[in-house]
Nanobody, 119 residues
Framework: QVQLVESGGGLVQPGGSLRLSCAAS????????MGWYRQAPGKQRELVAA???????NYADSVKGRFTISRDNAKNTVYLQMNSLKPEDTAVYYC?????????????WGQGTQVTVSS
């Protein structure tokens, strides 16, 4: 099992910044990718950004140029730097860890952290 603990959410004004952190523990060997998803009220959970074990990154079009995902392998932590925040970024943000073992996908989730962008 993999345990994920998020932190860093909160209330910020439009145009502001936040940095989310996700600390992984447990059986973290062979995690192929980690990422951030978000879910706004009444909407489906969507991928925000992901980073592979090799360092390749992927972003949703809506956050490109504003958000940056990074990882500190020594601390088993993934970060999401969010700049130029907009009200539409308001959502619960979830950390995800993904790996494939003998052809079977395994996904692990954090408890979520609320991000609210409002004046």
């Amino acid at each position: 099992q993999v345990q994920l603990v998020e932190s860093g959410g909160g209330l910020v004004q439009p145009g502001g910044s936040l940095r989310l952190s996700c600390a992984a523990s447990g059986s973290i060997v062979s995690i192929d990718a980690m990422g951030w998803y978000r879910q706004a009220p009444g909407k489906q959970r969507e991928l925000v950004a992901a980073i592979t074990s090799g360092g390749s990154t992927n972003y949703a079009d809506s956050v490109k140029g504003r958000f940056t995902i990074s990882r500190d392998n020594a601390k088993n932590t993934v970060y999401l730097q969010m700049n130029s925040l907009k009200p539409e970024d308001t959502a619960v943000y979830y950390c995800n860890a993904h790996r494939v073992i003998i052809g079977i996908s395994h996904d692990y989730w954090g408890q979520g952290t609320q991000v609210t962008v409002s004046s």
